[in-house]
Structure formats: C-alpha cells, structure tokens
Nanobody, 115 residues
Framework: QVQLVESGGGLVQAGGSLRLSCEPS????????MGWYREAPGKQRELVAS???????SYADSAKGRFTISRDNAKNTVYLQMNSLRPEDTAVYYC?????????WGQGTQVTVSS
C-alpha cells in the first residue's frame, strides 16, 4: 500500500521558519518526482515546489527565495524548508509523488502563520 506521511506543520509567527517532511512508503522513491502543494481556505490547491528524480527543482513565484525543497533518497524523504513565513502562507500543505500519469497524495499538514 502506497502511503505518504507528512510532518512538521504547526503554528509560527510571521518571519519564522518551519520544515516539512514527507516520507513515502510503498514506492520506489528515487524515481518519483516529489512535490509540495498547498490549499488555503477558499482557494485552489497550488504547487509550491517540486524536485525531480535528477534533483531538478521548480518553485512557485511566491516561494522563490524563501522556500527550499530537497530530497534524500537514502532516507526516502522529501523536505520543504520554509523561511520568512508570511500570513498568506497559511494553508494545508500536501506532499505529492508523481510518476508519469500516476500520482499519490499525502493527508496534508496544517501550516498557520500568525501576524
């Protein structure tokens, strides 16, 4: 059974930092493109950052310069380091594993940034 387990969300003040982690099971982690998405109340789910199997990264404009996505294939884990957090970063953050047309989602972790 494929499962993505996220951790690291929480409540932080504006300007603070959080690191999200996602550890998949049941997949060959190293061949998947891993991504972090977020969904704020009343808004569509959006891609925040992704890292491909060859470690190429991509970021939403809102994340550039503040967030860093990384993967550790030895630990089967993908991270999202979030710095200089803003109230508008408040959302449920979802981990995503994608291989061609197949994708799997985590259950989501809440990130709340207070002003």
């Amino acid at each position: 059974q494929v499962q993505l387990v996220e951790s690291g969300g929480g409540l932080v003040q504006a300007g603070g930092s959080l690191r999200l982690s996602c550890e998949p099971s049941g997949i060959i982690f190293s061949i998947y493109t891993m991504g972090w998405y977020r969904e704020a109340p009343g808004k569509q789910r959006e891609l925040v950052a992704s890292v491909s199997r060859d470690y190429s990264t991509s970021y939403a404009d809102s994340a550039k310069g503040r967030f860093t996505i990384s993967r550790d294939n030895a630990k089967n884990t993908v991270y999202l380091q979030m710095n200089s957090l803003r109230p508008e970063d408040t959302a449920v953050y979802y981990c995503n594993a994608r291989l061609w047309a197949s994708q799997v989602w985590g259950q989501g972790t809440q990130v709340t940034v207070s002003s």
